[in-house]
Structure formats: C-alpha cells, structure tokens
C-alpha cells in the first residue's frame, strides 16, 4: 500500500540522462541560436522607428488588402513606441519568429510522416493529445537543464508547445483530400511521392496554414510564459510587473501583446484563405 | 490430358483478346479465407456477411473483352461492377483469380510494374469526374502524361489535342470549378484520352449528368470510339445506356456475372428472372430495331419464272394473303396479293407483271422499332425490311410488332 510508483522519479531520471549526454550539443546549440537571434533583435531595433511602423502598416494592408488593418497595425505599433516597449515588443516577436520558424520545420515534416504512415497515426496522435493537454508550464522546467536560463530554454518550450497544431493541421488537410481524387491519382500510376506533392499537399495548403496561424498564436502565448526562464520581451515585462504589482506597467504590456497577436493573425488568416 | 488441351486453349485466348479475367474474387475485410470458402460452396452474400463479416465484392468472374470493343457492365448498386473494374487496374486487389491484360498476368505484378502499366495502358475516368480543384483544364488534362515524366512542352501540346477532341477548345487555362458538369467529364474524359491509352475504364462516368447531357456525351463517345478504336469497358446502371453504348453487356448481380451478351441477345433471350426484370424497364420500342423483330420470308415469287398460278399457291400453302416479287438479281420488285392473282388467273394471263405493285415501303435493318409504328400504320401489306441493296431481308407484319413489344414487356 505504500509503495509509490516511481512516475516522477523515472522521468526525471530519463531526462537527466538525456542532459547528461546531450548538453554538450544543447548548450552549443544555445549559443547559435542565441546569437543569431540578437542579430534578428538588432536588425529590427536598428530600423527607426517610425519607418518600421509605416513599412508594417503598408506590409500588413498590401498582404490583407484591407485599408483598416493597415491602419490599424500603424496605430498599434506606434501606441507600443509611445508606451516605452518598442525593444520588449522587437525582442519578443524575434523570439516568436525564430521559435514558430522551428515549430513549422519540425512540424510540417511530422503532419506529413503522420498523414501516411499508419503506425506513426497511431503513435503520434495520442502523444499530440497529451502534450496539448499539458499544462504549459511543465515544459519549462526540462528546457532549464538543456540550455540553461535563457532565450534559447524560452525558445525550446515555446516549439514544444506550439508545434502540435501544426503537425495535427497538416495531417488532416492531407488526410481530407477527397477519395475519389486520390483514387484518381492512384489511377493514373502516381507514385506515393507525386501523389503528395502533385496533389495532396497543395490540397492540403489552407488547412496547413491554419495550422501555421494556430502555431504563431501559441508560441506568442507561450513566449510570454517564457518570460519566466529568462525570455525577456514583452512577457518580461509583465512577469516585472507581477512581482513588483504594477497594475499599469503590466496592462501596458498586455495591450502590447494583444496588439502584436491580432496583427499576425489576420495576416495570417488572409494568407490562408487567398488563392481559394 | 484434358487440363492440357484446356491449357493451350487457354493461352491461345489470352493471346487473342485485350483482357480475360479469370474465375476472378474479391471479399472484403481482413481474413478473407473463410469468407472465400464459404463463397465456393455456394453460400450467399447476406449469409457470408452475417457469419464471417466479409462483404463479397466480386464472386467468380470470368470473362473476355476482345480489342477496339465496348463492354458495358451493368448491374444495380452494390451488385460489384465498380469492383470488378477496379480489379481490372489493380486499385482495388482482387482475393483469388487472374487478369491478364494484353497476355500480361497484372494480379502478379509489382507496384513499379503496375505503375507503368496503368500510366501506358490503362485511362481511367470516374463518376464524380475526380478533376484536381488545384489545376486548370489544360492541367488537368496533362497529369497522366505529367506523372509519366513527358516533357512540359510536349504534355501541354498532347493536352491540347485531346481537349479539342472532346470539344473544349479554348477552355484549357480556366478552373474546373468554372464548368459544367458535361464539360466537367469532358475534361476527365481529355484527362484519360491525352494518355493515349488503349484500355478507357469508365465508371458510370455519364451517371452524374443530367439525361439530356448524358445522351449528348453517349452520341459523342460513340463518334470518338468511331474515330480512337479503344477498348472500352463502360460502367453503367442504365440499362438503356448499357444497350446504346454496349457491343456486348456483362449484367451483374450480388458480385455474380447473370448473363454476358450481345444487348439483343440481353433484351431478346434473358437469362433468368432477374435479367428479365431488368429488360422489362427498358423502353423497348427504342432499342429493338427492324431487324430483330422481322421474321423469315416464307416464300416469294420470282419474275418471269413464277406466274399467277405459283403465286397462288405458294400463298395458300403458307396462309398469307400477299407475295412479294423479286427480279432476276434477287431485289425486291413489289408485291403481288392473293385476290388479284385469282383475278388473273380467271382472265388467262400468265405473267405476273400487271399486277405487281411497285409502290412498296420498305426499311432498313437497323430502324428502331419506335419509328415502325407510323410506317405500318396504314399498311396494305406486311412492310419489306431491305439491305442498302435492296435484297430483301424479312418482313414484319403488325401483329409481330406488336408481339415482339408485349412480349418483352409482358415477360
């Protein structure tokens, strides 16, 4: 009765394992990463400001054709700027960039492999749904002892955490495409390798996409959790604020979230559904 | 001895005729071995379904389909035609039995093999139409040749063409999302064609058109097939469809071949309740043409050898009341009746020749029987059907017409 089973223990122990072994690559890849990213920061926080505001407004009403959200995205950025969170919102949606660049890298490759092996269904699934039901913060603690305090453990917990849809996205859409065409194909003496390229994937594009935009929103999300590793940005900010319980300075930096996701997601959004 | 004399016979076939399939199954489900023994000792479908939970797709099917031919098989749904064809390309695996395509076993072959063969030999096109919503017609149209790595110029060239055959010239850079339904399975038609292949697989391809389109895309295959020569093999439910397009008809019950022959043979000669059932539907004034109602030529007279006298009596001994005449080179002259015979033989005369009448309406072989009707309508004597020469050929009076009608119907 009062034997425990060892759930913790045999995890805990797995990963030391792992860090054991492995840190040495992880910490490498750590500095890459790292430094490529305060490349990306230093690029974007050396474009004035107002320039960067205008070229985002235009950016975003060419992509979505709509005047409003161009406005809007000049409005946002500049509200940000005047609040005083121009490098937190530059840093933070460097980090996002880079972490969501890895989730779609490892995840489209995944939701591929997924969609046509039936043993890797069966085995990927069911993992998906457990680390979507995970609570975020969970995935913060293994990412310290990999890569050490910092944007690089922010950047691993945030591509853990947002790659799931993107793998799950890509599944369905390939999953989705109508029998009969894939019969079709299949008539017509494709290869499993032509019948992806040549049909199922362009099929599959704006659930792909979807997926993409589900992926950018979480790892926003998640990249503000991050702050709590040492991501900094504009989750820094707010994690500031709770400790000190600045109610202003943390709202201050919510409105600037808030303004970056809507941003990306209509423009993502747009991406997605143009070409139908 | 025998099993050898079979063999060679067999071989000989297989060299002889674009597809033979033999003694052909298809169960579904994952352990089929019990379902398919069962099936041998004669057990049926619903039982096999209820004890092994095994559907029976195809049930021992063996046939052949000679080259440039268009066999249709028909059957209600889920009487197995669409796993039969299937079978035939391999997209579905037949359980036990051979295909042979061109004296090539396809049940053996590997998937590189079976690629191959679908994209030389095998144009497929489905009842959906199953166009890519992603490519345009032109597009469309090139993905066989796309797949078997032909060059972009040559494929678009080739795709082209045969949108041209199928009358879509000048639609090639729009979206299928942007056609109709007929010229939706035109371009699935162009798809099939631009392979060139020289097996079309067409599943219920007309079955999803309205009937006014279907019946346009049935004259219209009908003048490529006039044109291309292909092996056809036609899915339909239609029975009409099946006797229009059909040279020979494979009707399909519960995965089992019912009957295979020629729609005549079909419509004429059902082989069991069930067929029969199936030829009651069909308008029978349509397809039932002159010839297959008109019955022998008892007896006739010849000119110049044949008086009154011998006409007379050829008619007494036959009980019919008119003669037809023909001349010396056996076309038809006219018809002489038994009234006016006697009259001449009353006055003397011994040539037959006042008394022909030459205003004779005659028809052609294939004439639909539908458009018999206003022909015999007011007709003195039993109408003539005639070769282009004018040989004569038979006849066909009223009452057979009307026979052959009821019958059919009343089976």
Redesign the interface.
Known sequence: MSYRIPVGDVIESGINFLVEHLSFATKACSVVVEASLRFLEKGMVAIPEPIFILLSGLIVWRLTRERNLGLFAVLGLALIWNMGLWAATMSTIALVFVATLFAIMLGIPIGIFTAVNKVAYRIIMPTLDIMQTMPAFVYLIPAIPFFGLGKMAAIFSTVIFSMPPAIRMTCLGIRQVPLDLVECAEAFGSSRWQRLVKLELPLARSTILAGVNQTVMLALSMVVIAAMIGAKGLGGEVWKAIQRLQMGRGFEAGIGIVIVAIILDRVLQKAGKRKQ | MVVLLRNGGMISGDLMSKIVVESLYKIFGPSPDVALAMLKEGKGKDDIMEKTRHGVGVNNASFSIEEGEIVVIMGLSGSGKSTLVRCL?R?IEPTEGTVHIDGQDITTMSPDE??????SK?G?V???F?L???RTVAENAA??L???GVDAEIRREKAFEALELVGLKGWEEVYPSQLSGGMQQRVGLA?ALA?DPDVL?MDEAFSALDPLIRRDMQDELINLQEKMRKTIVFISHDLDEALKLGDRIILMKDGKIVQIGTPEEILMEPANRYVERFVEEVDISRVLTADSIMQKVLAVAHLGTDGPRAALRKMKNHGISSLFVLGRDHTLMGVVSADQAAHLIEIGETDLSPIICTDLKTVLPDTPAQDLFPIMHDLAYPLAVVDSSNRLKGVIVRGTLIAALAERKGA
């Open positions: 390309n997209l079976l690629r191959e063969l679908r994209q095998l497929m489905f009842q959906n199953a890519f919503p992603h993905y066989g796309e797949i078997k798809r392979l697989l």
